[in-house]
């Protein structure tokens, strides 16, 4: 092949955001593609899928293939990529008739909750259906075809990457507006008759043909962008006409086609009407669920056991490497492994599946060798049940982390990880149940709030069983499997709060009642149900503390890698003193203050005896902010040293430094992480609201109840962004 | 007007999307050398340089070379200078040579870039500005725009709801 044509089928520009969008929107249509055939008889419909995985496909190879790498050295290929997103990609995605696909693929609560008042708002529809109209469809194609290719605004958009996006948004969408009403693809019929598609198209034609000829006949350079950059064998101008004939032969081809159909269908068949779909009946529907590939919750225990003895034996080889291994954070295992990815992977499982670290934790499984030693006959301390010990721990990590370097030092993580191994062993050892998960643990317990956030927890199927059942296996146990051990009583468990994914209870239920349920991410925090062995968290103080403090730790354990602080706690007369003053300030002082404050605010609408359980709930609100802070901080170690992990591993095995990883930031990071603070600040708002709004019936009542823990989030906010934009330390690389 | 959109097109005559601003374009040794710049404009920071080479003859693009970048500026009256290797691997477009250069400060800079082709070595130079870092705030605005742009759909949500809410309610006897 050509080396020219080698190089540009090789410059692939992908573009982070956009592969995401497309992947997201392929998503939710298969989602919701797959729904509809569980509900419909009508199931023969692969070709709408097909159809609108080719127009994704589409504009992905309008926007992230060669065309996009060279649409600022040829018009050709930038022509081509207009066609593409004006001619194909919005007809093949148009006829899939994504609407109802994909409002069946969103989550049912966001449509019925977030979109139905506006899908059902009668100025929005009837806005709408003004868009689809012909004459203002076809003023805004001619309005986009011809104003983008004016040279005034054409040489706009080759000038800014922003504009040159705008134009081919541009294009796309008012292109969808466009075929809407050639293609209908519903719901609901237009009034129009058919045969005024047929003008229609011709009149798009007409405009088409008029931009194509000025490009083919122009006689000279209507965009001077391509006359500073000339490449290969065609003149500027050959490309121009070259340009104009893609857009011109194609294109009418494209649109005098459905012109054919639409004659030939009236002709033929004029009363042809399509049979409506009908629903399949409940008994089918639950037919073609149970045909949905799913791992059975039988096979749960055996998946857990199996992913412990993988932990365990990494963790062996860790702690190993940690501590005779050489002492250089980045061509170490214990230096690299659990701090980049390690915490990064255990945070974004919890946020997209679940608690999968506790379920796979290593401490448990040598702990439960030890039990078969040790007697587990002591009763935990009563005046210790609670999360106060564990808080204490979380607060010592989080000093321990900056003062003493712990991510710096392979020798000090392995000993850490001997602790905990230690630790659970006695405890467990020594206590009867899961004491030190549930009372001891402080990983344990930063799981358990972020898995308030997880979309799936460990819960009933149909509570109907759970009523005629008198012998509670999934908390007593019976001689197949243990009870819970966290004293969790599944028709009363509520989220994932102390829940490990033990998955005992599954084992142990005999009607196969306990599965892995799928719930709504944010309703365990807003909403405040008895739940078993923890009560109502407005009674629990020790949940609002570690709430705070998993929450403002967030925030301190990330700034503690930013330039100003790291100068601020190391430029003083004792680094250790100053970063246990900063990390006091941080989680301990600075949430108690924003509490009582905020409580105090809530005095102007709430009575005394509401004051701290509201409150605490509001305190709870602030999880989602908090956890988007580490994901945004994990992120960020993760980001920029995923690759740390072969050089490191490679060394172990072989002992030789075979290559070093360099320190670079992808270009997409920074967005990311701003996109998970936004999520997290969204939420953590819609969770104040709707603390609020049960605590105060009246408008104002609420907002004035919800503006001081508002401000508390925006502060956080505006903190982490600020921390976002610091220069920050990477982990695990050499620098 | 019409000078103004002339003016317009002549400074987007020196703009190119995607590969960046079109910085110099300067022939040298029979080898036509083309620097751009991006972001657009380039500021302070990590910016991209990436260089065209192209036979000065016939314009076909030259994939083998080794290319150079060195960019330098004044401080203090003296000269500080970086240069780093242009490489296709760092472009995403395969017929240039790309490198990330850290320009620590805004100012005027001085581009170098030096191609070795075929036993030929050509050098061109010329001007490079340099804009002060954006504030984050504006790099990132639209991050910083959902947020109130979605409290604003949320209350709209929350007036509709209501809305329906009276409008279904039963009349009072």
Redesign the interface.
């Known amino acids: 092949m050509d ?2 044509l080698n ?2 089928a ?5 573009d982070a955001p956009t592969v995401l969008i497309l992947a997201l929107a392929a998503l939710v249509f298969v989602r919701g593609w797959m729904r509809g055939r569980r509900l419909l008889r009508e199931s023969d419909d692969s070709m709408r899928l097909l159809s609108f995985f080719a127009g994704l496909a589409t504009v992905f190879l309008a926007v992230d293939s060669p065309l ?6 040829s018009l050709s290929a930038h022509m081509t990529q207009h066609l593409l997103l004006i001619m194909i990609a919005p007809p093949l995605i148009l006829l899939s008739r994504p609407v109802l696909p994909l409002l069946r693929g969103l989550p049912k609560r966001f449509v019925k ?2 979109l139905a ?2 899908l ?2 009668k100025p929005l529809r009837r806005f709408l259906a003004w868009l689809v109209s012909p004459v203002v469809a076809l003023l805004i194609f001619a309005g986009s075809m011809i104003g983008w290719h004016l ?2 605004f054409y ?7 922003g504009w ?1 996006r705008l134009e081919h948004a541009t294009f796309f969408w008012a292109n969808i507006i466009f075929w809407w009403h050639v293609i209908q693809p519903g719901p609901g019929k237009s009034k129009l008759p058919r045969w005024t598609a047929i003008p229609y198209l011709l009149a798009a034609d007409i405009v088409n043909t008029a931009v194509s000829a000025s490009l083919v006949f122009a006689g000279k350079l209507l965009y ?2 391509y ?6 064998s065609m003149t500027l101008l050959q490309d121009q006409s070259f340009a104009g004939t893609i857009m011109w032969v194609p294109g009418s081809f494209i649109y005098l086609l459905p012109v054919a159909a639409i004659a030939v269908s009236m002709v033929s068949s004029p009363n042809r009407r399509k049979a409506r779909p009908v629903l399949v009946s409940a008994a089918e529907r639950a037919r073609r669920k149970a045909l949905r590939f799913r791992i059975p919750a039988s096979k749960f225990p055996l998946l857990r056991r199996l992913s412990q003895w993988v932990l365990l034996l990494v963790a062996i080889a860790v702690m190993a490497d940690g501590f005779f291994g050489p002492q250089v954070t980045a061509i170490n295992m214990a230096g690299v492994l659990p701090w980049v990815h390690w915490r990064a992977l255990s945070v974004f499982a919890l946020l997209v599946l679940g608690n999968l670290f506790c379920m796979a934790c290593p401490f448990t499984l040598v702990r439960d060798i030890g039990r078969k030693v040790l007697p587990a006959k002591l009763h935990w301390p009563r005046r210790l049940r609670s999360k106060w010990v564990a808080i204490g721990l979380f607060v010592l990590y989080l000093w321990s982390y900056e003062a003493l370097g712990l991510w710096n030092s392979p020798w000090l993580t392995a000993w850490v990880m001997v602790g905990y191994f230690a630790g659970a062993l006695i405890i467990d050892g020594l206590f009867r149940g899961a004491s030190f998960c549930k009372y001891v643990c402080p990983i344990g317990q930063f799981h358990f709030v972020t898995s308030l956030l997880s979309p799936r927890e460990v819960g009933v199927k149909r509570p109907s069983v759970c009523e005629s059942c008198h012998t509670h296996d999934c908390i007593r146990g019976n001689e197949h499997a243990r009870g819970c051990e966290l004293d969790l009583f599944q028709p009363r468990k509520s989220g994932n709060l102390d829940c490990t994914f033990c998955m005992d209870c599954v084992k142990a239920c005999p009607h196969d009642n306990v599965d892995l349920i799928s719930i709504t991410p944010v309703k365990a925090i807003a909403a405040d149900p008895y739940r078993s062995s923890i009560g109502r968290l407005s009674k629990r103080s020790d949940f609002t503390a570690l709430a705070l403090i998993v929450v403002f730790g967030a925030f301190v354990n990330a700034a503690g890698m930013v330039s100003p602080v790291m100068s601020w706690e190391h430029d003083g007369f004792s680094s250790k003193l100053m970063v246990g003053a900063f990390i006091l300030l941080g989680v301990i002082v600075a949430p108690a203050i924003a509490f009582l404050l905020a409580r105090a605010a809530n005095r102007l609408v709430l009575p005394s005896r509401e004051l701290s359980s509201a409150a605490r709930r509001f305190a709870l609100a602030l999880v989602p902010v908090g956890i988007a802070m580490w994901a945004a901080h994990l992120l960020y170690h993760f980001g920029t040293g995923w690759m740390a992990a072969v050089p490191v591993v490679e060394r172990a095995i072989t002992g030789v430094v075979i290559l070093m990883s360099m320190p670079s930031v992808p270009g997409w990071l ?2 990311a992480q ?2 998970l603070l ?1 999520a997290g ?2 939420l953590t ?2 969770i104040a609201w709707h603390v609020a709004t049960q605590y105060a019936t009246r408008l104002r009542a609420a907002l004035t109840l919800a503006a001081p823990w508002t401000l508390v989030s925006f502060a956080l906010y505006a903190a982490g ?1 600020w921390i976002l ?1 610091q220069p920050m330390q990477m982990r695990g690389l050499m620098h | 007007m019409g000078r103004f959109i002339a003016a317009f097109l002549l400074a987007a005559a020196l703009l190119l999307a995607d590969g960046g601003t079109l910085q110099l374009q300067k022939q040298s040794e029979g080898l036509l050398i083309t620097l751009f710049s991006s972001p657009v404009p380039l500021r302070a920071g990590t910016g991209d340089l990436s260089v065209m080479v192209q036979d000065a003859k016939d314009h076909s693009p030259i994939l083998d070379a080794h290319v150079l970048v060195h960019v330098a500026r004044k401080v203090n009256g003296e000269i500080r200078e970086v240069a780093l290797p242009a490489t296709h691997a760092k472009a995403s477009n395969k017929m240039l040579y790309a490198a990330d250069v850290p320009f620590d400060a805004a100012g005027d800079w001085r581009a170098t870039v030096d191609v070795a082709s075929n036993g030929k070595t050509a050098s061109v130079s010329g001007p490079l500005r340099v804009l002060p870092k954006q504030p984050p705030i504006l790099a990132y605005w639209p991050f910083f725009l959902v947020i109130p742009v979605l409290i604003v759909l949320f209350t709209l949500n929350r007036w509709l709801k209501r809305r329906r809410q009276i409008g279904s309610a039963p009349p009072l006897k």
Request: glycine share 8%; charged share 10%; net charge negative.
């Open positions: 080396s020219a190089a540009a090789l410059s692939w520009p992908i996009d790498a060279f649409d600022s050295f909750e977030g008042p506006f059902t708002w040279p005034f040489e706009l958009a080759l000038s800014s990457p040159h001077p962008s006359g500073a950059v000339h490449t290969g920074t967005q701003l996109g936004d600040l969204l708002l819609y962004v934009f």
